[in-house]
Nanobody, 128 residues
Framework: QVQLVESGGGLVQPGGSLRLSCAAS????????IGWFRQAPGNEREAVSC??????SYAHSVQGRFTMSRDNDKNVVYLQMSRLKPEDTAVYYC???????????????????????WGQGTQVTVSS
């Protein structure tokens, strides 16, 4: 059974850092794309980043501040978030899809309906 569990959220001051984890079970993160998404109250869910064995791609709003990485032995994907801003406040979700959808040359991966399995989310609040 495919399962994704996010952790690592919390309250952080503007300019601070957090690392989110997405623990996968029922499949290997080697074989699929893993994506991070976020949803703020009253807003639609938006794409943040995706990663495969060969590619990492980021939304413009987080480029240069957020970095994805994978630990294949632990079957975990991370989202390192730095220089956090109040507008980064949201519930963050990880999801999985066909690795062909995650590309650094297009934002096709940002289409929500492409992603098949989702975690329950973890809250990130950036506030002083």
């Amino acid at each position: 059974q495919v399962q994704l569990v996010e952790s690592g959220g919390g309250l952080v001051q503007p300019g601070g850092s957090l690392r989110l984890s997405c623990a996968a079970s029922g499949f290997s993160v080697d074989d699929y794309a893993i994506g991070w998404f976020r949803q703020a109250p009253g807003n639609e869910r938006e794409a943040v980043s995706c990663i495969t064995t060969t590619v990492a791609s980021y939304a413009h709003s987080v480029q240069g501040r957020f970095t994805m990485s994978r630990d294949n032995d632990k079957n975990v994907v991370y989202l390192q978030m730095s220089r956090l801003k109040p507008e980064d406040t949201a519930v963050y979700y990880c999801a999985t899809t066909d690795p062909r959808h995650c590309s650094s040359s297009s934002y096709y991966w940002a289409v929500i309906r492409l992603w098949n399995y989702w975690g329950q989310g973890t809250q990130v609040t950036v506030s002083s």
